[in-house]
């Protein structure tokens, strides 16, 4: 199953551009790739998913270079409500019936300062 | 409102005890997903539905249990099995697991001490 790898943790200020930078060097060709954000004691809730080149909708873009062994999330103009844990999701197809199933790994916990 | 509930928020329960954590969707998703959250970690699943009467183990299988008995609801019951059963519990569900992944909806969250 793809794995991913990002920063454990980022800082930044309010009004700032912020870009997350994941790893899945072992991305299959049917695999997409999910972001979500996670506020403490609550459940993940989906940001952006993307198979290629670039997505935007409402609150980020997602850039996925062509040979997508890497993407990068971008939140423009970040404010302290954006304060959260974000997870970047490879779901690899390896279940039961060639079903795809997510794996969250650590994520990257991203605090913006005042 | 749709949307998926978790009950309840909050579980007390004595070392040894069986305890069965509630989940319903009102989303008519076919898939359902446990995972458990244990602090300053990611989520690791536990089990997952993908349809009705089905349900396959996570990577973290051991000490848990549910059933799919009706597409609304995936129950998960924490065995005096699990060792450390102390966690954040959370449900999610999907529209499917087949073709790619979709977009998960997730609940509130369930959050178990055992002691």
């Known amino acids: 199953l793809a794995k991913t790898t990002q920063p454990i943790s980022m800082d930044s200020y309010e009004g700032q551009e912020v870009n997350i930078t994941c790893s899945h060097n072992n991305i299959a060709t049917n695999d997409y790739i999910t972001w979500y954000q996670q506020f403490p004691s609550q459940g993940p809730r989906f940001i952006i998913q993307?198979?290629?080149t670039k997505v935007t909708n409402e609150v980020a873009s997602l850039f996925i270079p062509a040979d997508r062994k890497s993407s990068t999330l971008s939140l423009p103009r970040v404010s302290l409500s954006d304060t959260a844990v974000y997870y970047c999701l490879v779901a690899s197809q390896g279940g039961s019936g060639g079903s795809y199933i997510p794996t969250f790994g650590r994520g990257t916990s991203l605090i913006v300062h005042p | 409102d749709g949307g998926i509930t978790q009950s309840p928020k909050y579980l007390f329960r004595k070392e040894g005890q069986n305890v069965t954590l509630s989940c319903e969707q009102n989303?008519?998703?076919?898939?359902m997903y446990w995972y458990r959250q244990d602090p300053g970690q990611g989520l690791r699943l536990i089990y997952y539905?993908?349809?009705?009467?089905?349900?396959q183990k996570g990577d973290i299988a051991e000490g848990y249990s549910v059933s799919r008995e009706k597409k609304e609801s995936f129950p998960l019951t924490v065995t005096s099995a699990q060792k450390n059963p102390t966690a954040f519990y959370l449900c999610?569900?999907?529209?499917?697991?087949?073709?790619?992944?979709?977009?998960?909806?997730f609940g509130p969250g369930t959050r178990l001490t055992v002691t």
């Open positions: 993307g198979y290629k």
């Open positions: 999610a569900s999907s529209i499917t697991t087949a073709g790619r992944a979709y977009e998960q909806y």
């Open positions: 989303l008519n998703h076919d898939a």
């Open positions: 539905s993908q349809i009705v009467n089905d349900f």
